[in-house]
């Protein structure tokens, strides 16, 4: 007997030779071939898989905002083989690729600012899914120590630390030696930091907002966090 789903998702039975599903050949015994289109359909829907875009990456995905990416490689894996592809860089015109692609390079675009790249597949059934990353730009959050008892744009990025970011949480520990502020530097458009020092809410006080300019020439307003307290040796600092 074989099994199969009807219209309402209700599993039946089926005799061997159901009339109904059988083709009925006087002198003969059963082949793949006498089975009727409606039961061939019906095990084909039961073996069949949708088409997934299992992952999709791209090389110098993420930048510092002021930077230019020149060229960036696109690849994929899929959990089958698609009956088409395609793939469209930002507002570019969609481009066709063949079946057998799984990267893609882009050269000589100078991308600025934040740039989608979607790929598109097809199978067989003419299903169709779509994934998508992005070419993307941000600034950067500075921090560490200094004697100082400010800091100008040269002095943030004399900081020991930095990483691109779109908030301005963050956990980060330093060493402040005897007379040593540990400092933490944000864009302006961030807002304004709650700190935990060492277990302890609070620590930190704004001395002031400096107009900024990157490692990439970008500027931007930035605002000057530093400890109240100097020496405090090795501290865990959390910012949200």
Known sequence: MSKYLDENGLAHLIKKNDARYVRQVSGKGLSTNDFTDKYKQMIDDLSYVKIAINSMT?????????STVAATDVAWTLNKEPKTQKIKFSSE????????????????????????IKLTVTDERDASVSKQVTISFQPKVYWGVSEKSSLESADILALASSALAGSRGRTFSVNAAAGEYIYYVIPSSFGTPTFNVGGFDGGFIKVGTVSHKNASGYTQDYDVWKSVNAGLGQTGVTVK
């Open 58 to 66: 791209a090389t110098n995905s993420s930048n510092e905002i002021g």
């Open 93 to 116: 015109a969609e481009e066709k690729l063949e079946t057998s692609a799984r990267s893609k390079s882009y050269t000589g675009k100078n991308v600025t600012s934040n740039a989608i």
